[in-house]
């Protein structure tokens, strides 16, 4: 048994020879709504011979906001699904007919498939990558302490470790700049 990587939805399976990858071009932020429709429209339709796996490409982040961390989903290409499907004209109507899809990409009106290859380097990298820190802050931002002995100071930001999430912050302390992380 094979682990699906996350973001992918499995529809049908043993895709063929002429089963490629293509990328289908959405509404960005529907992305996910558009990979739930096509797998509801492909079972009901009777397309599982055709249409095989739908692969949202995301990525986990650690969001800091409000003193509080947070672990995020970020899609790493907004606007945009991948399908791994035999491409006929009957399949290819059922995903170009689904709410919020506004296309394939491809040379002119034909779909490019994407080398398998390119396909499985991506569903490692979203797999094994750690999560990163989402930094909301930039230098010189004003900001107010929220917690600890210097709550409710004002400060500056004067440095961002987004590898570590934190930030350093020049508060003025009896008339010194004093650092706080």
């Known amino acids: 048994v094979t682990k699906v990587p996350e973001g992918v939805i499995e529809l049908g399976s043993n895709p063929g020879p002429d089963a490629h990858w293509y990328v289908v071009h959405t509404y ?18 009777g397309f599982l011979d055709r249409i095989f796996k739908i692969y949202v490409p995301q990525q986990q982040k650690i969001e800091v906001s ?83 002995p210097f709550k409710d100071f004002l ?4 440095e961002v470790n987004e590898d570590q999430g934190k930030v350093k912050v020049m508060v003025s302390v009896f008339g010194r700049e004093t650092p706080l992380e």
Request: no cysteine; hydrophobic share 30%; aromatic share 6%.
């Open 155 to 158: 400060g500056k930001v004067d």
């Open 28 to 45: 960005s932020g529907h992305e996910t709504k558009v990979a739930k429709t096509l797998k509801q429209r492909s079972e009901i339709g």
């Open 66 to 148: 409000e003193g509080k961390k947070r672990s995020v989903d970020e899609k790493l290409f907004p606007g945009y699904v991948m399908g791994q499907m035999t491409l006929d004209d009957d399949s290819w109507h059922v995903v170009r007919s689904t709410p919020g899809v506004t296309g394939f990409v491809g040379m002119g009106s034909t779909p490019t498939p994407l080398p398998e290859s390119e396909v499985k380097a991506l569903m490692r990298f979203t797999k094994m990558e750690a999560p990163k820190f989402e930094a909301k802050y930039t230098l010189g931002d004003s900001v107010k302490v929220n917690d600890g």
